[in-house]
């Protein structure tokens, strides 16, 4: 079986009302977050959220570029850049 890895930037707004995961149709992934963006505390959330979001561990997801900005780019072992945003975009209540 072929590992595959998900590379995928999303946009993150912290402070959010209510966290929720929005795709557009070019595939820009944007995620809002209720924790704040202090120690790390948005950081962590936005892991657990594509955690449960992709099923998958949350030690599989790394934050690789972008840790203190907005614009993340978040690597995703196991599970590939399609079947990822397809999971993303999928309506949850």
Do not use: F, Y
Request: hydrophobic letters at 45%; charged letters at 25%.
């Amino acid at each position: 079986m072929i590992q595959q890895n998900a590379k995928i930037q999303i946009s993150v707004v912290p402070r959010s009302a209510k966290a929720r995961i929005a795709v557009s149709e070019t595939g820009a992934v944007k995620i809002h977050l209720t924790s704040p963006p202090i120690e790390g505390r948005a950081n962590e959330e936005l892991i657990s959220l594509l955690a449960r979001r992709l099923h998958v561990p949350k030690s599989s997801i790394t934050i690789l570029a972008g840790g203190k900005g907005r614009t993340k780019i978040v690597g995703i072992e196991g599970i590939s850049k399609e079947e990822a945003l397809a999971l993303l975009a999928q309506d949850r209540a």
